[in-house]
């Protein structure tokens, strides 16, 4: 009698260390996407809307500063979206046809589509910047340029370790 409830706490800690094991397997893939998607989804809007309220305040931007930028964010906002978009397509197209071994000419055409693409995507930043710069008055841009130098010497501090080779 002893020796069976003997094997039955043992394969009742084995069951249940075996449900603990199988739960973390299954809650860690699950933990990591919604890391992922934190990343990708909240992240980068989060830095975003940082950078942009430090932005609006070194600038001092007046109100409806503010409101025609916003006005303008919003009147590109669906070509921003499409671009985007298109650009995750064809980097998964690329990436696809680099994996079933696609012949150069297929890898060529679809890295000039996508090339295309990035230039757009460039073209609009421009626009954006030059319409930025457009409602700012003098000491604005001057103070612009002061903020963009040391989040340049910031940047390269951070990540090149501020050397000058």
Known sequence: MVNDVEVSMSSWKYLVACMGLSGVLVALPGQADAAIVNYQKHDHSERFDKFWMTLEEKLALRKEQKEELRKHREAVKEERKKLKE????L????KD????????????SLGAQ?????VAK???AHKYQ???KEILDEEQKARLEKFKAEHRDEWEKKYRGGDDD
Request: proline letters at 0%; charged letters at 40%.
């Open 122 to 124: 460039m073209e609009m």
């Open 91 to 94: 980097h998964k197209q690329i």
């Open 114 to 118: 996508w090339g295309k693409v990035q």
């Open 130 to 132: 030059k319409k930025f």
């Open 86 to 89: 298109e650009s995750k397509k």
């Open 97 to 108: 046809a680099l994996e079933s071994g696609a012949d150069r000419s297929t890898l060529d």
